[in-house]
């Protein structure tokens, strides 16, 4: 299976001093190895205050292949053996997929509520006898987690991370 898009729903709790200026970043596992740093932060935005929703959408992830072995330079199939971006994921999301919340500063951060999407890459028919590698056009909802958690660097504050698994 392979992940082309990744859609990040973050709600800040509605409590004082539970919003952060610090940078936080949702840090993507594949059997506990990172494959990908998402940086919850919109350059024009004031992101994650206090009792804030935001959607953070990341499109066109970098290839990182799993058990799929990468053609030889300058070979070329077709069809390809896999698409041109994407996270794979040999073995399916359940028990391989980890999310980590990062947060990179000690201004605390507490967590209300987060879901996770993703758009999916699949080979599919175009033809009677031409197959091409097509990402889904709906966000597929693959983990709601709504305990609060506070991060913050300064340990008397919270985690410094907190993992997601699916």
């Known amino acids: 299976m392979w992940i082309g898009a990744i859609r990040v729903g973050v709600w800040t709790k509605d409590s004082p001093d539970a919003g952060t200026d610090s940078l936080v970043r949702a840090e993507v596992l594949r059997d506990g190895q990172l494959i990908g740093k998402l940086r919850l ?41 896999y698409p041109d971006f994407g996270y794979e994921f040999s073995h399916g999301i359940a028990g391989h997929l980890k999310v980590r919340l990062h947060i990179h500063g000690d201004d605390m951060w507490v967590k209300d509520h987060v879901d ?5 890459i699949r080979e599919v028919a ?13 966000w597929k909802i693959v983990g709601n987690f709504g305990q609060d958690v506070a991060l913050s660097t300064d340990s008397s ?5 907190w993992t997601l698994g699916f």
């Open 126 to 138: 175009t033809s009677f006898d031409t197959l091409a590698w097509q990402q889904d056009a709906t």
């Open 116 to 120: 996770f999407s993703i758009k999916e």
């Open 157 to 161: 504050e919270g985690f410094t991370t």
């Open 41 to 81: 932060d919109y350059p024009t935005e004031d992101d994650l205050e206090r009792g804030s929703f935001r959607d953070y959408f990341y499109y066109n992830l970098a290839w990182d292949n799993d058990l799929t072995p990468p053609l030889p330079p300058d070979v070329g199939q077709n069809p390809m053996p």
